[in-house]
């Protein structure tokens, strides 16, 4: 929603340049982990995800890090385009959660044309 | 919105009210969950839910209620609203039959605002 934005971290970029959006977790026995986006008005949208046992995971234009030694994960979006304005989140499952995910408080993208 | 609908998706509402937000999913997902979104909070959860009739309280549950009749449904009521549940509520659904199971859809999200 449009007031989800005030106080996060803002990154803004060129279009067609790359992005790289950054997220520390909290749980070192998390081994699940999603990066979702969220559009102004609209309820979250799963991006990708990536197991503990990998360090990187590629979609369609988006590629997905995770170091678990230092316990961050980002997510690169090649070529960035004004549809990817949003805000982004990362979400850990955590130890013991069960099936619920934690989430972070989320990074704004703005793309400028 | 992976076959999830809620329900109002906006009102307004006096304080000491009670208040019911429905979440309807046509995905036979088994596990679903209510959660708020507030400037600089981020998704909390309030409650959710791993069956029908069975629910469990979330990081935010106080002055919230739940219940699940139907694996459809998943019901969140609010019993004497106040200014502090003012927020955009969203429900999402996991588990569902060959899915990741803690991939989570989300609905359209209600804005709720309490006067």
């Known amino acids: 929603g449009e007031n989800v934005g005030l106080h996060l971290p803002t990154l803004s970029v060129q279009e067609g340049d790359n992005s790289i959006i950054n997220c520390a977790y909290s749980?070192?026995?998390?081994?699940?982990f999603i990066w979702y986006k969220q559009e102004s008005g609209k309820g979250p949208q799963f991006i990708i995800d990536?197991?503990?046992?990998?360090d990187k995971r590629q979609g369609q234009r988006v590629t997905v890090l995770l170091n678990k030694t230092v316990k961050h994960l980002s997510l690169q979006i090649a070529a960035t385009q004004p549809g990817d304005s949003a805000v982004y989140f990362c979400?850990?499952?955590?130890?013991?959660?069960?099936?619920?995910?934690?989430f972070g408080a989320g990074t704004i993208l703005r793309v400028k044309s | 919105d992976a076959g999830i609908t809620q329900s109002p998706r906006h009102k307004v509402t006096e304080t000491g009210t009670p208040v019911t937000l429905r979440c309807h999913q046509t995905?036979?997902?088994?596990?679903m969950y209510w959660y708020r979104q507030d400037p600089g909070h981020g998704l909390r959860l309030i409650h959710y839910?791993?069956?029908?009739?069975?629910?469990d309280k979330g990081e935010v549950s106080d002055g919230y209620s739940v219940s699940r009749s139907k694996t459809e449904d998943f019901l969140l009521t609010l019993e004497s609203a106040t200014s502090s549940q003012t927020s955009v509520y969203f429900c999402?659904?996991?588990?569902?039959?060959?899915?990741?199971?803690?991939?989570?859809?989300f609905g359209p999200g209600t804005r709720l605002t309490v006067t």
């Open positions: 999402a659904i996991s588990g569902g039959g060959g899915s990741i199971r803690y991939e989570q859809y």
């Open positions: 749980n070192s026995a998390s081994d699940y």
């Open positions: 990536i197991r503990s046992n990998m």
């Open positions: 979400a850990e499952n955590g130890m013991g959660s069960g099936n619920k995910l934690v």
């Open positions: 995905e036979n997902h088994r596990y």
């Open positions: 839910s791993y069956g029908v009739k069975d629910t």
